[in-house]
């Protein structure tokens, strides 16, 4: 099959790619750096010709509310390029939970995201994963200054990006699911806790501080942001960090 991945250079799409062509199909990826722009339209037309899968990878480059002008732009420009190109199988990867934190800006636009891709008019899967092990020194810098970082106790179930790749590849491939697929990492954490084995693990002689309304995942409450009915990866987070 031929597969169209849109945001295919970035973090998990270059690795869709990988995993898409080591199968034996053909996975070309696209991007702002290829000539495509999903905001303007300009060069969709193209790179959607013959694909049998679009998989949408791209990403607000804000969270705040201007996120949902973005994926409303986008997905109905992508959506309209597959429609004319004939696409089967549309494929957009999500958040675990986020449908239940309507007071995240990102996380309201991810939802906006996913209402679109349903209402449209292609056969399509969702594809939700728990927070990105990858993006866990960006969190530990929201809230940080020289000798402390303020977290939250907010439970996390981190998975790695690689894990993430497979997942997405694995529903690219096969028939589209017209529903959600939860994903997460093998292990729950405390948010502060995540924060103390990172520090640990880096050596990083800073000192966590557990504090419930730091950063933005402390709006975010019970199991928000874990799934422990999810298809869970393999990867530990001590395995990671090794």
């Given at each position: 099959?031929?597969?169209?991945?849109?945001?295919?250079?970035?973090?998990?799409?270059?690795?869709?790619?990988?995993?898409?062509?080591?199968?034996?199909?053909?996975?070309?990826?696209?991007?702002?750096?290829?000539?495509?722009?999903v905001?303007?339209?300009?060069?969709?037309?193209?790179?959607?010709?013959?694909?049998d899968?679009?998989?949408?990878?791209?990403?607000?480059?804000?969270?705040?509310?201007?996120?949902?002008?973005?994926?409303?732009?986008?997905?109905?420009?992508?959506?309209?390029?597959?429609?004319?190109?004939?696409?089967?199988?549309?494929?957009?990867?999500?958040?675990?939970g986020?449908?239940q934190?309507?007071?995240?800006?990102?996380?309201?636009?991810?939802?906006?995201?996913?209402?679109?891709?349903?209402?449209?008019?292609?056969?399509?899967?969702?594809?939700?994963?728990?927070?990105?092990?990858?993006?866990?020194?960006?969190?530990?810098?929201?809230?940080?200054?020289?000798?402390?970082?303020?977290?939250?106790v907010?439970?996390?179930?981190?998975?790695?990006?690689?894990?993430?790749?497979?997942?997405?590849?694995?529903?690219?491939?096969?028939?589209?699911?017209?529903?959600?697929?939860?994903?997460?990492?093998?292990?729950?954490?405390?948010?502060?806790?995540?924060?103390?084995?990172?520090?640990?693990?880096?050596?990083?002689?800073?000192?966590?501080?557990?504090?419930?309304?730091?950063?933005?995942?402390?709006?975010?409450?019970?199991?928000?942001?874990?799934?422990?009915?999810?298809?869970?990866?393999?990867?530990?987070?001590?395995?990671?960090?090794?």
């Amino acid at each position: 099959m031929k597969f169209a991945v849109i945001g295919g250079t970035g973090l998990i799409g270059s690795q869709v790619v990988k995993d898409l062509n080591a199968a034996g199909h053909e996975a070309v990826p696209h991007s702002k750096s290829t000539g495509v722009d999903v905001i303007t339209g300009q060069g969709l037309g193209e790179a959607l010709r013959g694909a049998d899968v679009v998989v949408n990878l791209t990403n607000s480059p804000t969270f705040d509310d201007a996120s949902l002008a973005f994926f409303r732009t986008s997905m109905d420009n992508l959506l309209a390029a597959a429609e004319k190109a004939g696409v089967g199988h549309f494929v957009i990867l999500s958040i675990v939970g986020t449908d239940q934190v309507p007071e995240m800006d990102y996380y309201r636009a991810k939802t906006l995201q996913e209402k679109i891709l349903a209402d449209g008019p292609i056969p399509y899967s969702i594809v939700r994963a728990t927070q990105f092990m990858d993006f866990m020194d960006a969190v530990l810098s929201w809230t940080a200054d020289a000798d402390t970082v303020r977290l939250p106790v907010t439970p996390i179930q981190p998975i790695a990006s690689g894990d993430v790749a497979d997942a997405v590849a694995e529903v690219a491939a096969g028939p589209p699911l017209n529903g959600i697929r939860n994903i997460a990492g093998p292990e729950i954490f405390p948010l502060d806790e995540l924060g103390r084995i990172t520090l640990s693990r880096k050596g990083d002689p800073r000192t966590v501080v557990t504090d419930p309304t730091a950063g933005m995942f402390a709006v975010v409450k019970g199991d928000v942001l874990t799934d422990r009915n999810a298809h869970l990866a393999p990867t530990r987070y001590t395995d990671w960090l090794s």
